[in-house]
Each structure stands twice: as C-alpha cells, then as structure tokens.
C-alpha cells in the first residue's frame, strides 16, 4: 500500500490511488472491528492526543475507538476550558504539544487553516478531523466507503448532495472525493444556501428536488449549520422541510435502490423523515457510523507506518 503523506489534512492532496488504498485497509477493519477481539498493536507505543476546539461528540469518540483498537495510548485534551480560552495562541500550543512528544493528533477547530496551520509546527502526524468551512477528510472517505460497500463500487454513480452546501466542510470534501473518482454530482439546495463561484466545482446545481434527485443513485443530504448562519438563510424550518427535507414521496424520483445517507447529527424532521431515516432497505446512516470508526482506523495506520518508516525524514 503507498501512502506517502505525514497528514491527513484534506482530501484535496490525495491521488485516486491513494483514496483507495485507504478505502481497501479500512474494508479489512471493518472486518476486525466485527470481531469479539477487537485489540490490535498498529499505534502501539505511540502517543494519540485528540484536541478539539468544537464540539463533536460523534466524530470525537469515533476516532479515540479507534486509537485504542491500535493500540494507541490515547489522550482528550479540553479545549474549551484549555489556555487556548486564556489567549493562548495555536503557535504556544504547538510548542507545548511538541515538548510532550505526541505521533499522533486529531485536530477539531472551528475557523478554517488552523489544522493546517498547526501541523506546520508540531513534530508528530496531524489528522484533520474538521476546520471551519474547509474541509473534513475522514468523513468523506467514510462516506466513500460506505457507498462503495452498498452499490460496488464507487465511480461513475450519479450522486446527489442535498442542503445547506455554503456552509458545509462535508460537502467540500465529499465533492474533491467524488470527483476524483468519476462520478456525476449533483448539489440540491435554496440559492441561499450555495456556496458562491459554485459554477467552477464543475457540478449541475438544482433547486427543485424534485428534478435534482431524477434517477441518482445516492442521496446525501446534509445538516442545516445554525451555527455558521448569521442572517435569515431560509424562511422557516417548516417551509425548509416541505420544499428540501427527504421524504418518501420525493425519494421516488431517485433510483429504486439508491441509498439514502447523512453524516449526523440529524434534524429530522427538518432534513429528512425520521421514518425514512431509519429505513433498513434506504438508509445507510448506521452504516456510515460503523465505517467511520474503520476509516480513521486505516488512515491513523498508514500515517503510523510512515512514522516507523522515516521518523526524521520530512514527508510530504
């Protein structure tokens, strides 16, 4: 497996090769993490330190699971009530971070760059698991994944992602993921709620879902991000959920077997049907959260290698 890369910041630096190298050793922890055993020794000895500067109750507890199936000693460090709340700045947490020696850090951060900008200055491997409106790397491979295990095969679909696209880190890179392996994408969502220049992501836009979802194969819708909204985006939650919330009725339009996704935490009601959301023979959204755990899995194991490989020399 070639995988030279010392972080995992984004999808956009990644090769379709080297997506499916990660995609390959996630499906064998998949595998291992069905098990009754579940312990392995792949971050053995080396040092996992989660920081999140956001919350993510999901994201967080998927990739410490994951780091202790490795073997990792793994470590949470608050930073809501850290020095950072005291005015410390990234630059003085670097320092810190290095004099304890980490391999491993998974960085949460709210304003775009800032994952980037720390992994220039720590000595260990950084795993980007979300910064601002950029980018959230594992979610997309996970999400690949979980495609790719339900249809076979994960180029040429014809993919739909639905909602609030402007604000959303996860459409971003799921549409650098998809795109590099081939697939048709189609965003779906109130012109409110688009991201500006979207002409160039080489995408067919809708507003109507009706006419957006025709024949897909995979629906992704996405979380309304309150948090990121500073004016009035849409009319109402009510008037959202009738004209861009998934039901049954606008479901038709797809194809008979595409399958239905979210990467949570759900609105429903809001977004989607909750009847539909846990519909065994449509939704793949448990899915999703089992694969998560197998992808920061592969993608912690293969930044490990290259740690044992060449510990001082610099990788790109």
């Not at 392995?40 to 996992?48: D, F, H, I, K, P």
């Not at 004016?231 to 004209?243: C, D, L, Q, V």
């Amino acid at each position: 497996m070639r995988f030279d890369h010392r972080h995992l910041l984004g999808i956009e630096p990644l090769r379709p090769d080297e997506i499916t190298t990660i995609l390959d050793l996630s499906d064998q922890y998949v595998d291992f993490n069905r098990r009754r055993d579940k312990h392995a020794n792949a971050l053995a000895g080396l040092t996992q330190i989660n920081m999140f500067f956001e919350n993510s109750t999901r994201t967080q507890a998927s990739f410490e699971l994951a780091g202790k199936r490795l073997g990792a000693d793994v470590m949470n460090m608050a930073m809501q009530a850290s020095s950072i709340k005291k005015g410390e700045t990234l630059i003085d947490t670097a320092m810190t971070l290095n004099a304890m020696h980490p391999d491993l850090l998974v960085v949460r951060h709210p304003h775009s760059g800032a994952v980037d900008l720390l992994a220039q200055k720590v000595n260990c491997a950084v795993l980007n698991a979300g910064d601002g409106r950029h980018e959230h790397p594992t979610q997309a491979l996970l999400d690949a994944l979980t495609i790719r295990r339900a249809k076979g095969r994960l180029h040429r679909l014809s993919i739909a992602i639905c909602g609030d696209i402007a604000h959303s880190r996860v459409a971003r890179s799921n549409l650098l993921l998809l795109h590099k392996m081939e697939n048709r994408i189609r965003l779906i969502g109130p012109p409110t709620l688009m991201p500006s220049g979207i002409d160039a992501f080489g995408v067919e836009v809708f507003d109507d879902m009706r006419e957006g979802l025709k024949d897909v194969d995979v629906v992704m819708m996405l979380r309304l991000q309150k948090e990121r909204m500073d004016g009035g985006f849409i009319p109402s939650e009510r008037e959202y959920y009738h004209r861009y919330g998934l039901d049954a009725e606008k479901l038709s339009h797809a194809k008979p077997d595409a399958i239905v996704m979210h990467p949570g935490p759900m609105n429903r009601g809001v977004e989607i049907d909750g009847t539909l959301a846990d519909d065994i023979n449509r939704s793949v959204i448990q899915d999703q959260v089992e694969m998560g755990v197998a992808v920061r899995m592969a993608a912690m194991d293969l930044l490990a290698r290259n740690l044992r490989a060449r510990p001082t020399e610099v990788m790109t």
